[in-house]
């Protein structure tokens, strides 16, 4: 498709971060409108660093298309052809077509999918200078989402400057909030203010909640695809058959009316946000810990150990669900209903999502999934120990992961291997772990934490050998 094609035809949302999380979420929304009659939107997308190469050539010699697998928890498969992706950019590490989409007036939503870790951010929300990537970037690059989209912003407002909304779509609490201000910092170090104070008046960062397990298709969905549809699907992309998103409706160059197909448009996303980060996503984490610790290869095999699913219950039961939905600050979810219903949605067997993708970014998924819970427990003088277990495995995990007998690569935005090594040298790796202020933020040396993990960690060496 000509680049006129993909900008000359009603809006277009840019989307950064062409995985297969977008293609089983955003996109599928879109399609879905665009399908009840509205197809004055589309999107283009693409990726900022190389590592999806084969699963866009596919696309792009699909014209962007490709099906989507459902499955529920009975097993009932779903097949849909998605099209709402009108245009997928080659990867170029120059991205001189997506900033040429992202300026363009045609463009007013730029959305994006980077991980939690894609935001390097530490416990007091500023950016963490110490990764590479992000270093390069203060020099002038284009590795991160900050780099990126300060070469896109730069192009739009050199073109006139249309205002354009940046939503985020990854699993971090505040997300649009906390990017939007590691995005001004960012500017502001690399000494662009003109354009700092140009993205403060022409850009909006509405926060987000976005939730479907979507695994990495494994090698047996083309062939699904294809007896059930017909089709030689070379992107096809899974995903169970639950979705939600939640959007703050703060858009400052329109949208679509994401209302019509099932999206929630609310004035805040925090206690949808807050239950979700807290019960899907820290629980979910905590599954693949501890699958993994147990030799288990996916999800739904930890969920049918009674151990690891008592655990994961005792931990929302105990401590989340009381510090979310409390006297002064009711939550307007039923938080008892949603744990028994993710729990159900992790057990489903068909989905066969991996230990190795869940497991993944631990260092950023402790401060932001976990470490609020323990906050707010100690506050009020309540027991930690259920939600201790999930740091407690996670530095069990560590200790495989530095030992190199892990059954799979681990792979961490945040924390390399060698660090991991530094801190099981130290004299009392528990006690170094406790302290470590990029992991539990203001509880870093607390005693009670320290305490309350050295009991924890038995319980975690019990639980592993069986």
Same mark, same amino acid.
């Given at each position: 498709?000509?680049?006129?094609?993909?900008?000359?035809?009603?809006?277009?949302?840019?989307? *950064?971060?062409?995985?297969?999380?977008?293609?089983?979420?955003?996109?599928?929304? +879109?399609?879905? +409108?665009? &399908?009840?009659?509205?197809?004055?939107?589309? *999107?283009?997308?693409?990726?900022?660093?190389?590592?999806? #190469?084969?699963?866009? #050539?596919?696309?792009?010699?699909?014209?962007?298309?490709?099906?989507?697998?459902?499955?529920?928890?009975?097993?009932?498969?779903? /097949?849909?052809?998605?099209?709402?992706?009108? &245009?997928?950019?080659?990867?170029?590490?120059?991205?001189?077509?997506?900033?040429?989409?992202?300026?363009?007036?045609?463009?007013?939503?730029?959305?994006?999918?980077?991980?939690?870790?894609? /935001?390097?951010?530490?416990?007091?929300?500023?950016?963490?200078?110490?990764?590479?990537?992000?270093?390069?970037?203060?020099?002038?690059?284009?590795?991160?989402?900050?780099?990126?989209?300060?070469?896109?912003?730069?192009?739009?407002? #050199?073109?006139?400057?249309?205002?354009?909304?940046?939503?985020?779509?990854?699993?971090?609490?505040?997300?649009?909030?906390?990017?939007?201000?590691?995005?001004?910092?960012?500017?502001?170090?690399?000494?662009?203010?003109?354009?700092?104070?140009?993205?403060?008046?022409?850009?909006?960062?509405?926060?987000?909640?976005?939730?479907? *397990?979507?695994?990495?298709?494994?090698?047996?969905?083309?062939?699904?695809?294809?007896?059930?549809?017909? *089709?030689?699907?070379?992107?096809?992309?899974?995903?169970?058959?639950?979705?939600?998103?939640?959007?703050?409706?703060?858009?400052?160059?329109?949208?679509?009316?994401?209302?019509?197909?099932?999206? &929630?448009?609310?004035?805040?996303?925090?206690?949808?946000?807050?239950?979700?980060?807290?019960?899907?996503?820290?629980?979910?984490?905590?599954?693949?810990?501890?699958?993994? +610790?147990?030799?288990?290869?996916?999800?739904?095999?930890?969920?049918?150990?009674?151990?690891?699913?008592?655990?994961?219950?005792?931990?929302?039961?105990?401590?989340?669900?009381?510090? +979310?939905?409390?006297?002064?600050?009711?939550?307007?979810?039923?938080?008892?209903?949603?744990?028994?219903?993710?729990?159900?949605?992790?057990?489903?067997?068909?989905?066969?999502?991996?230990?190795?993708?869940?497991?993944?970014?631990?260092?950023?998924?402790?401060?932001?999934?976990v470490v609020p819970t323990l906050v707010e427990c100690l506050a009020r003088?309540?027991?930690?120990?259920?939600?201790?277990?999930?740091?407690?495995?996670?530095?069990?995990?560590?200790?495989?992961?530095?030992?190199?007998?892990?059954? /799979?690569?681990?792979?961490?935005?945040?924390?390399?291997?060698?660090?991991?090594?530094?801190?099981?040298?130290?004299?009392?790796?528990?006690?170094?772990?406790?302290?470590?202020?990029?992991?539990?933020?203001?509880?870093?040396?607390?005693?009670?934490?320290?305490?309350?993990?050295?009991?924890?960690?038995?319980?975690?060496?019990?639980?592993?050998?069986?």
């Amino acid at each position: 498709m000509s680049a006129a094609a993909a900008t000359g035809a009603g809006n277009t949302i840019l989307h *950064i971060g062409l995985g297969s999380f977008h293609r089983a979420h955003q996109a599928v929304y +879109l399609h879905h +409108l665009r &399908e009840a009659g509205d197809r004055s939107w589309q *999107i283009v997308a693409g990726n900022i660093r190389d590592d999806m #190469a084969e699963t866009l #050539a596919a696309l792009i010699a699909q014209g962007g298309g490709y099906t989507l697998e459902t499955v529920s928890p009975a097993g009932e498969r779903r /097949y849909e052809r998605i099209g709402s992706i009108r &245009e997928v950019v080659p990867f170029d590490p120059r991205l001189a077509r997506l900033i040429e989409v992202g300026a363009a007036a045609e463009t007013r939503i730029v959305s994006f999918t980077v991980t939690e870790a894609g /935001y390097y951010l530490d416990a007091r929300d500023r950016l963490d200078a110490a990764n590479a990537s992000l270093r390069a970037d203060l020099e002038g690059g284009a590795l991160t989402i900050y780099g990126a989209l300060a070469a896109i912003l730069g192009a739009r407002a #050199a073109r006139g400057g249309a205002p354009v909304t940046l939503l985020n779509c990854d699993n971090l609490r505040s997300n649009g909030a906390r990017f939007r201000t590691g995005l001004l910092e960012f500017l502001d170090r690399r000494g662009e203010t003109s354009l700092r104070d140009w993205a403060i008046a022409h850009t909006s960062c509405p926060s987000a909640m976005v939730d479907r *397990i979507t695994p990495r298709p494994s090698a047996d969905v083309e062939p699904r695809v294809l007896a059930a549809t017909g *089709i030689a699907d070379r992107a096809p992309v899974m995903a169970e058959s639950f979705i939600q998103w939640v959007i703050e409706d703060r858009f400052v160059a329109g949208r679509p009316a994401w209302e019509r197909v099932g999206v &929630e448009m609310v004035g805040s996303v925090h206690a949808h946000e807050e239950a979700k980060i807290r019960i899907l996503n820290a629980t979910h984490s905590c599954v693949a810990w501890a699958g993994t +610790l147990r030799g288990l290869s996916f999800i739904h095999e930890g969920m049918a150990v009674p151990a690891i699913r008592a655990m994961a219950h005792d931990y929302v039961t105990d401590d989340v669900i009381p510090s +979310l939905d409390t006297p002064t600050r009711p939550s307007p979810i039923d938080l008892g209903r949603y744990r028994d219903i993710v729990l159900e949605r992790f057990g489903n067997p068909w989905v066969r999502d991996t230990n190795q993708r869940v497991a993944m970014d631990g260092y950023a998924k402790i401060p932001g999934f976990v470490v609020p819970t323990l906050v707010e427990c100690l506050a009020r003088g309540a027991a930690i120990d259920s939600t201790a277990m999930l740091p407690a495995l996670f530095f069990a995990f560590l200790d495989r992961w530095r030992r190199g007998t892990l059954p /799979y690569e681990y792979e961490d935005g945040v924390m390399a291997a060698d660090t991991a090594r530094a801190l099981f040298a130290a004299s009392d790796p528990l006690a170094a772990f406790c302290a470590d202020r990029t992991l539990f933020g203001p509880l870093a040396g607390d005693p009670r934490l320290l305490d309350a993990m050295r009991g924890a960690e038995q319980r975690v060496r019990h639980f592993v050998a069986g």
